[in-house]
């Protein structure tokens, strides 16, 4: 019997490893433990299996708004019998880590324009410049 405990707790340890910042992959987790079919997950639902890929890719900007993608994974969850808050939770980690990335990405972008219009200026300043030396 011990031998069966520790193989159990491994596998619990390397879904909550794979599942810590991921709501889709648990959902498609649990949803593939229960032997459910995308199909049926949509049919109990009542949304499209489109719908059912984005939430289990964490594909959620696709989604037609927050308010929706959180309904959305709190009914997946409850149907699944997972802890909708917990869903939830990582959701909002996820959402947040996105959220922080593309600030990061728009920063560089707005840096590298801010840049790029100083090129110009730059440019004149040096021609003006050489050509008061001559």
């Known amino acids: 019997m011990s031998d069966d405990t520790p193989i ?3 596998e619990s340890v390397s879904e909550e490893s ?3 910042d991921s709501p889709g992959e648990l959902l498609k987790i649990q949803r593939e433990k229960l032997g459910m079919t995308e199909k ?3 049919e109990e639902l009542h ?3 489109h719908y059912v890929r ?3 890719t964490n594909d959620f900007e696709r989604l037609p708004g927050d308010v929706f993608a959180r309904g959305y994974i709190k009914s997946y969850a409850d149907l699944l019998g997972l802890d909708k808050q917990f869903i939830v ?3 909002n980690d996820h959402t947040k880590h996105h959220r922080e990335s593309e600030e990061v990405a728009a920063q560089k972008k707005r840096a590298e324009r801010y840049k790029d219009k100083k090129l110009p200026w730059l ?3 040096g021609i003006a410049f050489l050509v008061v030396l001559i």
Do not use: G, N, R
Request: charged share 25%.
């Open 8 to 10: 159990d707790e491994e």
């Open 18 to 20: 794979v599942v810590k």
């Open 40 to 42: 049926s997950v949509s």
């Open 47 to 49: 949304i499209t299996m």
């Open 54 to 56: 984005l939430l289990e």
């Open 89 to 91: 939770s990582l959701y």
């Open 123 to 125: 440019f004149f300043f």
